[in-house]
T-cell receptor, first 113, second 113 residues
Framework: GESVGLHLPTLSVQEGDNSIINCAYS??????FIWYKQESGKGPQFIID?????DKRQGQRVTVLLNKTVKHLSLQIAATQPGDSAVYFC????????????FGKGTTLSVSS | ETGVTQSPTHLIKTRGQQVTLRCSSQ?????VSWYQQALGQGPQFIFQ???????GRGNFPPRFSGLQFPNYSSELNVNALELDDSALYLC????????????FGNGTRLTVT
């Protein structure tokens, strides 16, 4: 079916480490992917996106990698900080009209100092 | 630039009642989407509005309905509330281009007793 899943529900790292959050998607027709960060009591906050014609995209301290062969998406956070502690969701757009995003269940990142 | 704002932030209703949630889109955005997020889960797509018309709908019953106004603000209405409707309801806006990221508000926490 059309769903986005995450490999690990929780990830604990030390401040300063690099974090890698993984996501597997099932629809090979998906052409757009987004990572969101959600802090407690807030809505999802856009981090970075990538289109299916790319395999890597970099932002400030974050990198998204897309492997279409194995339908895998990852978010890398460099020099993780306590403020990065949150739930991270990957989302895919399977609708060519661009209407609906399908979200995974999320990975909770905990950063200890 | 004003972000997406939602009201109210919290709401308690009784089973069988009706509820209206409100959303003001981000400046310059003409497309509004609504998502339902159950505790511990990722957001689920309810529907999207573009130019005051419903532009896509997820797997939600007809008692979930919406409106978009000429100023691009939007309402989500839920009739005959059920206990399972208890969730965080998120509104997101986007500029209406295919594969552009959604920008979310902080949601309305609805509790049905």
């Amino acid at each position: 079916g059309e769903s986005v899943g995450l490999h690990l529900p929780t990830l604990s790292v030390q401040e300063g480490d690099n974090s890698i959050i993984n996501c597997a998607y099932s629809n090979s027709a998906s052409d757009y992917f987004i990572w969101y960060k959600q802090e407690s009591g807030k809505g999802p906050q856009f981090i970075i996106d990538i289109r299916s014609n790319m395999d890597k995209r970099q932002g400030q301290r974050v990198t998204v990698l897309l492997n279409k062969t194995v339908k895998h998406l990852s978010l890398q956070i460099a020099a993780t900080q306590p403020g990065d502690s949150a739930v991270y969701f990957c989302a895919e757009n399977t609708d060519q009209a661009g209407t609906a995003l399908i979200f995974g269940k999320g990975t909770t990142l905990s950063v200890s100092s | 630039e004003t972000g997406v704002t939602q009201s109210p932030t919290h709401l308690i209703k009784t089973r069988g009642q009706q509820v209206t949630l409100r959303c003001s889109s981000q400046s310059g955005h003409n497309t509004v989407s609504w998502y339902q997020q159950a505790l511990g889960q990722g957001p689920q797509f309810i529907f999207q509005y573009y130019r005051e018309e419903e532009n896509g709908r997820g797997n939600f019953p007809p008692r979930f309905s919406g409106l978009q106004f000429p100023n691009y603000s939007s309402e989500l209405n839920v009739n005959a509330l059920e206990l399972d409707d208890s969730a965080l309801y998120l509104c997101a806006s986007s500029p209406g281009q295919v594969n552009s990221p959604l920008h979310f508000g902080n949601g309305t926490r609805l509790t049905v007793t």
